[in-house]
């Protein structure tokens, strides 16, 4: 018997995209053939972050070799086929719009001998000369726990490296592909710490799959456990009818209880709602963390000073 149909509540519910930036970079994106996952996993805030100066491109083309049950994106074999150019137009594309936070992800691409390490990191390096003030997050793939991969990427410097957990460990083997390990992907976070400790790692937790609260809880304790500094959480949303079904939608003041738990457990930053997405406003979401963190640690060194001072007089 299948399970009957939940109806979307209010609070997940929004405005069809518009605006002149988000116009600009739509036409942008068509007339150079550019992915993005914002279109391809048909985000609910794309037009909300085009319009505010965040975009996420997608590598690699639109087809992927895996096929998560969550996810949007085209399965299928492209057959080794990449455009050596990519690295280029992206950061072409970037220099023409009002951007101030770039995510750069891709499909995973299996077929490929190094999996498409080495062009993405080309992609990284690119952006990087090209505008060095931009703040430059990545969202990759697992490159099945391949440490020489993924130190590949990290040599390229970006500001933030991204790999996703999804879900809890024991919902893992139902959700995403048979090759996306829970296990592997707390590896590769692990891997870039280990690597360069001063890059900032993030990941993000889809809740509304039938999770329990101590299983999101283990996946907290996981992700600190190996560095993790920042974490989104977001309700997720059945794209298709072949897609898995969504088991409870998440109350937004389950998303304020989660955001609380996080930070008090020693994550950096925590973005968390109903609407959230690993790349949802990255540079507001991640920047506006670190502005109030580093405030903070100022204040403290100040007052520090000051009683120092007293303390010598």
């Known amino acids: 018997m299948s399970k009957p149909?939940?109806?979307?509540?209010?609070?997940?519910?929004?405005?069809?995209?518009?605006g002149e930036n988000y116009t600009k970079i739509k036409d942008m994106l068509g007339e150079l053939k550019l992915a993005t996952v914002c279109q391809e996993a048909k985000c609910p805030n794309m037009g909300e972050c085009w319009s505010g100066g965040t975009a996420t491109f997608m590598l690699m083309g639109e087809v992927c070799t895996r096929g998560c049950r969550f996810c949007h994106v085209k399965t299928g074999n492209p057959k080794g086929k990449i455009d050596e150019f990519e690295p280029e137009k992206v950061a072409y594309s970037i220099s023409q719009m009002a951007l101030e936070y770039v995510v750069i992800t891709s499909v995973d691409r299996d077929d490929l001998p190094d999996q498409g390490a080495a062009h993405f990191a080309r992609t990284v390096s690119t952006i990087k000369k090209l505008k060095p003030d931009l703040i430059v997050e990545i969202l990759t793939p697992d490159f099945r726990g391949h440490i020489d991969l993924?130190?590949?990427?990290?040599?390229?410097?970006?500001?933030?490296?991204?790999?996703?957990?999804?879900?809890?460990?024991?919902?893992?083997?139902?959700?995403?592909?048979?090759?996306?390990?829970?296990?592997?992907?707390?590896?590769?976070?692990?891997?870039?710490?280990?690597h360069d400790p001063t890059r900032y790692t993030k990941s993000s937790i889809m809740l509304g799959l039938g999770e329990l609260e101590e299983e999101v809880l283990q996946t907290l304790r996981d992700l600190r456990s190996v560095g993790c500094d920042v974490v989104t959480f977001g309700q997720y949303l059945q794209p298709t009818r072949r897609h898995l079904k969504v088991i409870e939608y998440i109350h937004p003041d389950q998303f304020k209880n989660w955001q609380k738990i996080a930070e008090d457990m020693g994550f950096l930053y925590v973005a968390s709602g109903p609407l959230v997405r690993s790349s949802y406003r990255a540079g507001e979401f991640f920047m506006k963390g670190i502005v109030e963190r580093r405030n903070q640690l100022l204040s403290k060194t100040t007052s520090n000073d000051l009683i120092n001072t007293e303390v010598t007089k």
């Open 150 to 194: 993924i130190n590949l990427i990290v040599d390229a410097q970006p500001d933030v490296f991204a790999h996703n957990i999804e879900t809890v460990e024991r919902l893992t083997p139902s959700v995403r592909d048979p090759r996306a390990l829970y296990r592997q992907s707390l590896d590769v976070l692990a891997g870039v710490k280990k």
């Open 5 to 18: 149909h939940i109806p979307k509540p209010d609070w997940l519910k929004v405005r069809a995209p518009s």
